[in-house]
């Protein structure tokens, strides 16, 4: 991940040296990032064998991404045009096959063990395999981070105030880390993993869940219970769900430690959903539970990002998705 980051914050700084008005946007380099660290962490594959991978991998995710999607986003153009010729059917595979193809290929010849353990521990075909580990590199994990992280750098734009106090527990807690960035290191960083757990609750990235009730069962609220029968279909909303303001105080309000210990975060954790489950507590998807897989690892990830930055500058400044000052840490 480190790795990555630093190509993805050299090629920042060096588009920012060199554009007339001193600012570069963040959101390609973020997604070149995220193609090639979690290409190598869920895949095992290294982008850099293959130069139109490298290049436009996260194009070709994007695209893919843009044609399952667009029936459910809403571009605000005029009703009812929107529903009849953007909502109504599926859109046509064609339209990004050959892309998809080359996904499929890089899979295939790059992420070979993967793909075989898939078949050996978990008994798919290699065709199973390959589209389950694009689909969780793409719509998952890329998909997902792709909306998280821009809303993080957002936040961390907004509360430049905070920064000076981030960045003394980074690197307070790095120099009893022998200055090594890890998840471990991370960990402890209470005030980092508060302000990430904070933009969960406000933008969580995946904003509905669906599901359908297996039996009869009493949905209770605060004040009121609700019956609901087999087969009926739910949605949780959760940016609703997560400024109720019998559990937060100041709902609204982005509040950077809000889940530190000393303001009783713990407890607050059991109402932070945007995994579609609470964020302590037995976690694991089964067949019983389709809570997101990465519970755990995607917050930490996100805290390993703030850490870094921390780490790499003594200022940053961001405003409406661009990075328009950088300074690098004295060594
Ligand atoms: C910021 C990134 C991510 C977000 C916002 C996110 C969000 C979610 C949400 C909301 C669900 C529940 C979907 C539903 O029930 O309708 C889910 C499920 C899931 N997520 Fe994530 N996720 C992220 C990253 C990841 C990553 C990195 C992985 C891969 C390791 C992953 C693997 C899964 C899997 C496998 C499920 C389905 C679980 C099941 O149905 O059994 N997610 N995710």
Request: hydrophobic share 40%; proline share 5%.
């Amino acid at each position: 991940m480190v790795t990555s980051l630093d190509k993805m914050w050299d090629t920042i700084e060096s588009n920012i040296s060199t554009s007339k008005d001193k600012k570069a946007s963040y959101f390609i380099p973020l997604q070149q990032f995220l193609f090639t660290f979690l290409s190598r962490c869920l895949l095992r594959a290294d982008t850099s064998t293959s130069p139109e991978i490298e290049k436009s991998g996260h194009i070709m995710m994007d695209k893919w991404l843009a044609l399952q999607l667009l029936p459910t986003i809403s571009i605000n153009i005029l009703q009812p045009l929107e529903e009849i010729f953007l909502h109504s059917f599926t859109y046509p595979f064609w339209l990004i096959k050959s892309d998809y193809q080359k996904l499929e290929n890089f899979v295939k010849t790059q992420a070979k063990d993967t793909v075989s353990r898939a078949q050996t521990e978990f008994q798919l075909t290699e065709e199973e395999a390959i589209h389950n580990l694009i689909f969780i590199l793409g719509f998952n994990a890329f998909g997902g981070f792709s909306v998280f992280l821009p809303s993080l750098l957002t936040n961390l734009g907004d509360q430049k105030s905070k920064h000076e106090e981030l960045r003394n527990e980074v690197r307070q807690i790095l120099t009893q880390n022998e200055n090594i960035l890890s998840f471990e290191a991370v960990k402890q960083m209470e005030l980092v993993n508060s302000f990430v757990y904070e933009t969960l609750r406000l933008n969580p990235p995946v904003p509905s869940q669906f599901a359908r009730a297996r039996k009869d069962f009493e949905l209770a609220s605060h004040d009121a219970v609700f019956e609901v029968k087999k087969g009926e279909l739910l949605c949780g909303y959760q940016p609703l769900v997560m400024r109720d303001s019998k559990i937060f105080e100041n709902p609204e309000d982005f509040v950077y430690n809000r889940f530190t210990k000393e303001n009783g975060g713990e407890e607050l954790l059991k109402y932070l959903y945007w995994s579609n489950g609470p964020q302590s507590g037995p976690h694991g998807p089964s067949a019983s539970n389709k809570q997101c897989a990465a519970r755990d690892t995607v917050p930490l990830t996100a805290a390993l990002l703030l850490a870094y930055l921390f780490q790499r500058y003594d200022d940053i400044t961001i405003s409406s998705g661009s990075i328009t000052a950088l300074q690098r840490a004295k060594l």
